[in-house]
């Protein structure tokens, strides 16, 4: 009996009409504010609006509200740049390392220098063999062209330099130097879009063959590069009136170009240029595939490569005043490689500090002159078999392990340390809940 009364009952309720929800909560909101009324007692001047009480406290939640919305921000920043790094080339303070290295080689360069005028030339050598370096380490570093026009292109310059020059007047050694970096960049677009088609050692073989021509049409033509292609009594260097003489203050000239042409491949290292480059020397068909333009990036850095090598050839051409086809060889060809592979071709610095190699060792090894070569081959021979990645792997070592030192270091920290520390960041987080606390409280008031 029960329960059909209880069944009946359901019934019922089920068929009754639904009341609407919107009278329900237009009662349940009059009775919360007709109750909120009757508690804080209305405004004190009788009005209907809010209270100051109330203003204050709208105020406090909105600044906690747009508080807690700015640190969300924050959060979501910081959570988007872990989950999307920077690429390693952004976070490796390119800038901040060629300043360090600028003031370092300022300071050290007119020490050495100051020992004797050959310690001066060969410090000014090392400065344009590293800019031709950095310049070649573009051409076949990063563009992957296996190319032998790099010394071609600074007889290019030396030739182009000493013409324009000795035509000329008034400001005619700038003249000629604008004339060579015109001339390396324009002879390089014509010999990258003529062996265009050529890769890997083919194109360098292609080189080769352009730069022996090259070679031999400037020692049979005297009406531009001199009787057997020997040019003499160039001016020496001068700029805006200022005329450098003395190799101590070519120094500064040659620094300056060099701390020019480092800034720039700064850039390049930071760039896309360099990643797309690298992608269309290792996968060239892959690169292509995923729209990187390969072959415009590599004939970019050949011509910027061959201009660099050329105003190279037509600053030392001014600075010794004569130029010759010897000048520029196949030795310093085999050279500008070694100079790279000693180095390391995986970054910019690695030119340079293999040019220094390149430049230094037969100065402290001339006092075995007899043996001379054959001790320069087996050094050779040791450092490209010991060190594969060139003396910035070994730099790069040598950092790797003291950061892993450091870090070993700072992680046994002892335990008294560890507590303290934490105990003074859970000091800052209780104060921090402390102050969330009370402005809650005032916004609740």
Known sequence: ????????KARTASAAPAQPRSADAGSARNAMTTGRASTDGGRPDGGDGPSSAEVDGAKASGSSVDSGVAAASVLQRLSARSLH???PSYRARGYSTLGGFLI?????GPMIGGHSRSWQFLVNTWLMYSVTAVAFYWVFGL???FAFTQTFMMSVGAYVSAFVTMQGKGH?????LLAALVAGALLGLGIFVLLRKAQAIYFGIGTLAVASIGLYAFARWPAFTGPGGTKTGLPPLEFFGKQFLKDSSVFWLFFGVMA???LLGVFIERSPLRREAVAGREKPNV???AGIPVNRHQLALFMLGSAVGALVGGLIAHWVGVVAVDTYGIDLGVGLFLMLILGGRQSMWGPVLGAAFYVALPEFIKSISRYQRIVYGVILLIVIMVL????????KRVGDLLRTTFRRVKGTRGPAQTSAAAAGAGGVQAHASANSAREVDDADR
């Open 143 to 145: 563009a992957g062209r």
């Open 388 to 395: 594969p990645m060139g003396l910035v792997g070994l730099f």
């Open 260 to 262: 020019a042409v480092l």
């Open 287 to 289: 690169a292509e595939l």
């Open 104 to 108: 370092f080689v300022a300071i050290i």
């Open 85 to 87: 790094p920077r690429p």
């Open 1 to 8: 009996m029960t329960e059909k009364m209880l069944v009946n």
């Open 172 to 176: 005619a050694v700038i003249l000629g």
